[in-house]
């Protein structure tokens, strides 16, 4: 049964959930470090929130690791090339809190337009204060929305129901799709200059990464107000502490920090800064939402394979999944069959899927491929990096698919050139499950593989098959099973022999002694 450990708080309705698909779930929040790399190594899945750091240490204990889920949208708590490298899924929950969060942002932006959290205090203290809180409407104000996904363009609509003009910068944000949502895409600096509020909604990467910084704010009406729900590192705290003390920027809402938790922060205390410690997504909707869907993702990629929300593999539905498993098998064995036999740097990777194969889900496939032929040189390779590796590498990998009918109903053809030649291997699946080569170097073969082979090439000649018989049978190698091809009578032949234990060197030398023998490999598969 696989273990799951949940380790921040998360409903209990992900709880349930495991345990109804019949995976034990422990819940403990809040381990330090130390803690949860002690036990990590016992769990198949580790499911959080923003609080747990998934590091490249912990990630090292967790040895027994598929599935990081994380109940929400931003992963920067995972070092996700650390999860990559070790072939572990990392999983988000894209959509679950958007609304929620969205809603976060607009009640922020009132808030800071009213002074709302200043006011309460305030009043609650018994001050009444009616004069010192003066606001500004939203009505007819200009929104500069940065960033317009899922988020941003939830909240450029509300901030249009709100009679706003909304203006927004994504360098991805398509004309038609601005145009759709009823906002004008803008450059950065013309945003800047026009917003009467600004509001943040991009992911933190290295583009985005302090993009509102004295520079930027410089650029900025005076009197803007500033609201950030998405992450800390977007904005420059000091340059924004700056801004307001000299009056340039109104009013500032901040839901998330530079340093998280914020137990302290120069913009605390500041009386023109509202701040929530990072609740853009907490409401019971939001959180019952992405609990219930990353307890089902991790359970079904756990128990059946199925990939939803990947951010580091291709996605494979739970329909998918049982399609594609007898194809993942044949995948692994030409990828495998064709990295055994290759003996120089790779250079293009060349797949072309035929027949009903082609109608499948085929990235997953693609993974497997790669991740078979890198294996003999790639000791770290998994179905999550290989395609990283070939990138990385600078090895091409095309696909290409073709729904006609060939020789065979369902057809992978695997081509791998090297700095040498290019060498072709082809599979397919007899009785709709069962893996077979049914052609290597462009010579017909139908061959089951098994854990261990024997690949011969040959000339064509009489006495071959007797002689490689009586060599494996005096060595007491017994022969499972025998496939033969031949390009043409005479011509170049080859033999692919499922033996019941691995080919040692000594025997693989008298082998290669035999006359007419080209080349002998032994293989595992
Ligand atoms: N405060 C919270 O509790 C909370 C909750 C949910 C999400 N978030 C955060 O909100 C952010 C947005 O989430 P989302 O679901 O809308 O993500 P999303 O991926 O749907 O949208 C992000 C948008 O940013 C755009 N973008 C990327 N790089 C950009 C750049 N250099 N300049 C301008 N735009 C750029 C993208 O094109 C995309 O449209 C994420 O950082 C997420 O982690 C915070
Ligand atoms: O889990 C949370 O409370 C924060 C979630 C939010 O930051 C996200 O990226 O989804």
Redesign the pocket.
């Known amino acids: 049964m696989p273990k799951v450990l949940i380790s921040d708080k998360l409903s209990p309705a992900a709880v349930q959930i495991f345990k109804d698909r019949g995976i034990e779930a422990d819940v403990k929040t809040g381990l330090p470090p130390e803690e949860l790399k002690a036990i990590i190594g016992r769990y198949d899945g580790l499911a959080i929130r923003?609080n747990t750091k998934v590091t490249a240490e912990i990630l090292a204990a967790a040895t027994n690791l598929k599935v990081v889920g994380r109940a929400?949208?931003?992963v920067?708590n995972v070092d996700v090339p650390a999860a990559t490298a070790r072939g572990v899924v990392v999983m988000n929950t894209?959509?679950g809190?958007?609304i929620?969060?969205a809603e976060?942002a607009i009640a922020m932006l009132f808030a800071v337009a009213r002074d709302i959290p200043q006011a309460n205090a305030s009043t609650h203290a018994g001050k009444w204060e009616k004069s010192k809180f003066m606001g500004v409407e939203l009505t007819a104000k200009t929104l500069g929305v940065?960033?317009?996904?899922?988020?941003?363009?939830i909240v450029a609509e509300r901030g249009i129901g709100l009679k706003m003009k909304v203006v927004a910068?994504?360098?991805?944000?398509s004309q038609e799709r601005a145009k759709a949502l009823g906002v004008e895409k803008v450059e950065?600096d013309d945003l800047l200059s026009r917003a009467d509020f600004i509001t943040?909604?991009?992911?933190?990467?290295d583009?985005?990464r302090n993009?509102i910084d004295a520079g930027a704010l410089a650029k900025t009406r005076k009197g803007v107000r500033i609201v950030n729900?998405?992450?800390g590192g977007l904005v420059v705290e000091e340059d924004l502490k700056a801004a307001l003390d000299s009056g340039h920027v109104a009013g500032a809402a901040l839901?998330?920090f530079k340093e998280e938790p914020a137990r302290s922060n120069i913009l605390f205390g500041h009386e023109k800064v509202v701040c929530t410690p990072?609740?853009?997504?907490?409401t019971t909707e939001a959180q019952e939402n992405v609990a219930l869907q990353v307890a089902e993702q991790m359970s079904d990629y756990l128990l059946t394979g199925a990939v939803t929300n990947a951010i580091n593999m291709a996605s494979v539905s739970a329909e998918d999944a049982p399609k594609l498993k007898p194809y993942m098998a044949l995948a692994g064995q030409l990828g495998s069959f064709a990295g055994q036999l290759t003996e120089h740097g790779i250079k293009a990777v060349s797949i072309s899927y035929e027949g009903q194969v082609a109608d499948l889900n085929t990235k997953p496939l693609t993974a497997t491929i790669l991740e078979g032929l890198f294996k003999s040189f790639v000791e770290t390779v998994n179905l999550v990096n290989a395609p990283v590796i070939a990138r990385e590498r600078n090895i091409t990998v095309t696909e290409a698919r073709n729904d006609r009918s060939c020789d065979y109903h369902t057809l992978i053809r695997l081509s791998v050139t090297t700095e040498q030649h290019t060498r072709s291997v082809e599979g397919t699946l007899f009785g709709g499950d069962k893996p077979r080569l049914v052609s290597i170097k462009n010579i017909p073969i139908e061959a089951e593989v098994g854990p261990f082979m024997l690949y011969v090439t040959n000339a064509d000649k009489p006495g071959f098959i007797g002689r490689l018989g009586t060599t494996l049978g005096e060595a007491g190698v017994n022969i499972a099973t025998f496939h033969l091809g031949r390009a043409e009578a005479g011509g170049d032949a080859i033999a692919l022999i499922q033996v019941d234990q691995q080919v040692g060197n000594a025997l693989l030398e008298k082998v290669r002694a035999i006359p007419n023998v080209v080349q002998a490999k032994a293989m595992k598969f």
Request: with cysteine; proline share 7%.
């Open positions: 923003s929400g949208i931003g920067d894209p959509y809190n958007s929620t969060t976060h940065i960033g317009c996904g899922n988020i941003g363009s910068y994504d360098p991805f944000l950065l943040l909604h991009t992911p933190l990467t583009a985005t993009i729900c998405a992450r839901d998330v990072h609740l853009g997504a907490s």
